[in-house]
């Protein structure tokens, strides 16, 4: 079973700048996506962005285009999202997510087709 661990979320001013880490363990397979998804208070879990494994394809969010950017560490099995320019709109729990096995383009945001989760982690940006 995959296990997923993330870390560095917290408190910062409109403005600033986060980078999570989401470490995996128990990864066998090699064709596969690990993504961020998020969820703010009142509202339904939404993607963020994802990067497939082989080949480092990465999509983004409609909403964090060109502030926030994924990539992975192959040999630490690890997938980091650096959030820039924070807005409090950014203000939510960020979950890491894999997916078992390849999953289409066209279905490579949909939070249905993620198998592992991570614990979450609170990101907060003030105004």
């Known amino acids: 079973q995959v296990q997923l661990v993330e870390s560095g979320g917290g408190l910062v001013q409109a403005g600033d700048s986060l980078r999570l880490s989401c470490a995996a363990s128990?990864?066998?397979?090699?064709?596969?996506?690990m993504g961020w998804f998020r969820q703010a208070p009142g509202k339904e879990r939404e993607f963020v962005a994802t990067?497939?494994?082989?080949?480092?394809?990465?999509y983004y969010a409609d909403s964090v285009k060109g502030r926030f950017t994924i990539s992975r560490d192959n040999a630490k099995n690890t997938v980091y999202l650096q959030m820039n320019s924070l807005e409090p709109e950014d203000t939510a729990v960020y979950y890491c997510?894999?997916?078992?096995?390849?999953?289409?383009?066209?279905?490579?945001?949909?939070?249905?087709?993620?198998?592992?989760w991570g614990q979450g982690t609170q990101v907060t940006v003030s105004s």
């Open positions: 128990g990864r066998t397979s090699s064709d596969y996506a």
């Open positions: 990067i497939r494994w082989s080949g480092g394809t990465t």
């Open positions: 997510a894999a997916t078992e096995g390849y999953v289409a383009t066209m279905r490579i945001s949909r939070s249905d087709r993620y198998d592992y």
